[in-house]
């Protein structure tokens, strides 16, 4: 189900006019130094009064059976305003995981829980080197004596993953990498916090001794899986990114018009100009980009997996050169720890590592490409 242009004016309107009363500068900088780094009360709000984490989660799980269009104008919204939440961990990465398993059991487990925001989860795959390759993964799964599987090995840069009721772990068995579900209070199981650039995105270290834990999918499919689950996790972090730049562009446009210098508005000087231009190049396209893989994938394109590539391409460069730029535009106090133009700064360079950085990005479209 896709809704038309309207109704997604309607939805972006009422997401940004919550996060403008719920997610300002000053509660994102006070969620930033706390533990947990989001607010379980804007968390439940977010949930009974815009019922946000069941937006794309099928009608028979509980959610509200809409698509990556519509998740992508929440995203965008998101992304400009800086949310600290388990959104992206728990909807994106998490529940489209437990989809791309196939296992209904496993979903209609966990789903309504999503779907109804008294659950949060996370997908923990990376490990020491940040790399997302289901072949790269060490963690691994085996059989006790009475059948049941148990977990052992590190998981690093997994989001939200200190405060996950649900942690889904990708670890390798002799069938290959497979998903797990594990309980975030399961024995055997530590999170600890991990200091990263951008405080605004919680990222844990998790340590599985032994931990129990219970097959989703078949055994060996983990790879299958996660080729699904990151292309739909970068067309989501695209329009994230997306509305981070245009935020970026918003801000460094207002400066312009009202900081005088020699007697009229920076904004009239070529070079500042320039800079605001070429931002909102760079924007258009990632807007762009990022709808249109969205779109491709609620319609089940066969060029999705290639426009999600270019989206994750393109709206990591505009973001960071929209972050960069806004902080030039600002001159000296956008270097200061007390202007936010940093904070974004900080989200683009995060965003643009999270799946493994531009030259991961760059070889995943070439071979979506076929090359």
Same mark, same amino acid.
Request: hydrophobic fraction near 45%; include cysteine; proline fraction near 5%.
């Given at each position: 189900?896709?809704?038309? @242009?309207?109704?997604?004016?309607?939805?972006?309107?009422?997401?940004?006019?919550?996060?403008?009363?719920?997610?300002?500068?000053?509660?994102?900088?006070?969620?930033?130094?706390?533990?947990?780094?989001?607010?379980?009360?804007?968390?439940?709000?977010?949930?009974?009064?815009?019922?946000?984490?069941?937006?794309?989660?099928?009608?028979?799980?509980?959610?509200?059976?809409?698509?990556?269009?519509?998740?992508?104008?929440?995203l965008e919204e998101?992304?400009?305003?800086?949310?600290?939440?388990?959104?992206?961990?728990?909807?994106?990465?998490?529940?489209?995981?437990?989809? *791309?398993?196939?296992?209904?059991?496993?979903? *209609?487990?966990?789903?309504?829980?999503?779907?109804?925001?008294?659950?949060? *989860?996370?997908?923990?795959?990376?490990?020491?080197?940040?790399?997302?390759?289901?072949?790269?993964?060490?963690?691994?799964?085996?059989?006790?004596?009475?059948?049941?599987?148990?977990?052992?090995?590190?998981?690093?840069?997994?989001?939200?993953?200190?405060?996950?009721?649900?942690?889904?772990?990708?670890?390798?068995?002799?069938?290959?990498?497979?998903?797990?579900?594990?309980?975030?209070?399961?024995?055997?199981?530590?999170?600890?916090?991990?200091?990263?650039?951008?405080?605004?995105?919680?990222?844990?270290?998790?340590?599985?001794?032994?931990?129990?834990?219970?097959?989703?999918?078949?055994?060996? *499919?983990?790879?299958?899986?996660?080729?699904?689950?990151?292309?739909?996790?970068?067309?989501?972090?695209?329009?994230?990114?997306?509305?981070?730049?245009?935020?970026?562009? @918003?801000?460094?446009?207002?400066?312009?018009?009202?900081?005088?210098?020699?007697?009229?508005?920076?904004?009239?000087?070529?070079?500042?100009?320039?800079?605001?231009?070429?931002?909102?190049?760079?924007?258009?396209l990632a807007e762009a980009?990022?709808? @249109?893989?969205?779109?491709?994938?609620?319609?089940?394109?066969?060029?999705?997996?290639?426009?999600?590539?270019?989206?994750?391409?393109?709206?990591?460069?505009?973001?960071?050169?929209?972050?960069?730029?806004?902080?030039?535009?600002?001159?000296?106090?956008?270097?200061?720890?007390?202007?936010?133009?940093?904070?974004?700064?900080?989200?683009?360079?995060?965003?643009?590592?999270?799946?493994?950085?531009?030259?991961?990005?760059?070889?995943?479209?070439?071979?979506?490409?076929?090359?």
């Amino acid at each position: 189900m896709t809704a038309d @242009e309207s109704a997604l004016d309607e939805l972006r309107s009422a997401v940004r006019d919550f996060l403008e009363a719920k997610s300002p500068e000053e509660a994102v900088r006070k969620l930033m130094e706390s533990e947990p780094r989001y607010d379980p009360a804007v968390w439940a709000q977010l949930t009974e009064q815009l019922r946000l984490p069941g937006l794309a989660i099928p009608e028979e799980y509980g959610g509200d059976g809409f698509g990556p269009v519509e998740l992508g104008v929440v995203l965008e919204e998101m992304g400009r305003a800086l949310l600290c939440a388990p959104y992206f961990a728990t909807v994106v990465l998490a529940a489209q995981a437990l989809l *791309a398993s196939g296992d209904t059991d496993a979903c *209609a487990r966990h789903l309504p829980g999503i779907a109804a925001g008294t659950t949060t *989860a996370t997908l923990a795959v990376a490990e020491n080197s940040g790399s997302w390759d289901p072949a790269l993964i060490s963690a691994r799964a085996v059989r006790d004596g009475e059948g049941a599987w148990k977990v052992t090995g590190r998981k690093s840069f997994v989001i939200d993953g200190t405060t996950a009721d649900l942690v889904l772990v990708v670890a390798r068995t002799v069938a290959g990498p497979t998903l797990f579900a594990v309980d975030g209070t399961a024995p055997g199981l530590t999170a600890e916090s991990m200091e990263t650039l951008d405080a605004t995105r919680s990222m844990a270290r998790l340590t599985l001794d032994a931990v129990p834990a219970t097959l989703i999918g078949s055994d060996g *499919a983990g790879g299958r899986i996660m080729a699904k689950v990151l292309d739909f996790a970068t067309v989501a972090l695209a329009a994230e990114q997306s509305g981070g730049a245009r935020r970026c562009l @918003e801000t460094a446009a207002e400066y312009a018009r009202t900081r005088h210098q020699f007697g009229r508005p920076i904004g009239s000087f070529q070079a500042i100009k320039h800079k605001c231009a070429d931002m909102l190049v760079q924007v258009e396209l990632a807007e762009a980009a990022s709808r @249109e893989a969205a779109r491709l994938a609620a319609e089940g394109s066969p060029d999705y997996p290639v426009a999600a590539g270019v989206a994750h391409v393109a709206c990591s460069r505009a973001y960071m050169f929209t972050a960069m730029e806004n902080i030039q535009v600002h001159g000296g106090i956008g270097f200061t720890w007390e202007h936010p133009a940093h904070l974004y700064f900080r989200r683009a360079k995060s965003s643009q590592l999270l799946f493994g950085g531009p030259v991961v990005y760059h070889e995943r479209l070439l071979d979506r490409l076929g090359i």
